[in-house]
């Protein structure tokens, strides 16, 4: 096989099957996932909570879930504490690797209900944008959050952008 053969090959493979870049960045997730959950474990011993970790990998990073037990008070008061642990638990990933680590970490559900929630939030919204023509500009949210109504937002074929600085950054959602 020529080089340009193998170059081919690697960028157009047939259906179903992963490019070595792409199968190179899964098995990269994948230990990030284990030494975040290596982690994880150890704080959960240290604090004597029970609870299980769940490892996975989508949208290209890996996502943690801690479930079981009684891990509300991990989550804190609009997700802070949650976002502290999921922070510390990068940083102690990006100290193994070297690299800097883009997990995400829930606890107890709280992401993927508040992702439902934001989901909900931008359709109404898109809704409300179209029917007046107006643009609308939605409360201060962490980054998180913001990616959610975006996504949603662009589903819906509508546009949105995010204004300000953190912690008063907002996104505004344009009608069609």
Known sequence: MTKSEAVDEAVSPEK???TEKETSLISKLEEEGDIAADYL????DITDLD???DIDVENDRASLAIVGGKLRHLVGSDGEVLDAIQELTRLAVQTSTGDRSRLMLDIDGYRAGRKAELRKLAKATADEAKESKSSIKLSPMNAFERKIIHDTIQELGLTS???GEDPDRC???FPA
């Not at 474990?41 to 959960?44: Q, S, V, Y």
């Open 16 to 18: 179903g099957e992963k």
């Open 41 to 44: 474990e150890g704080l959960l």
């Open 171 to 173: 996104v505004i959602i």
């Open 161 to 163: 952008e995010s204004e």
């Open 51 to 53: 609870g299980d970790i």
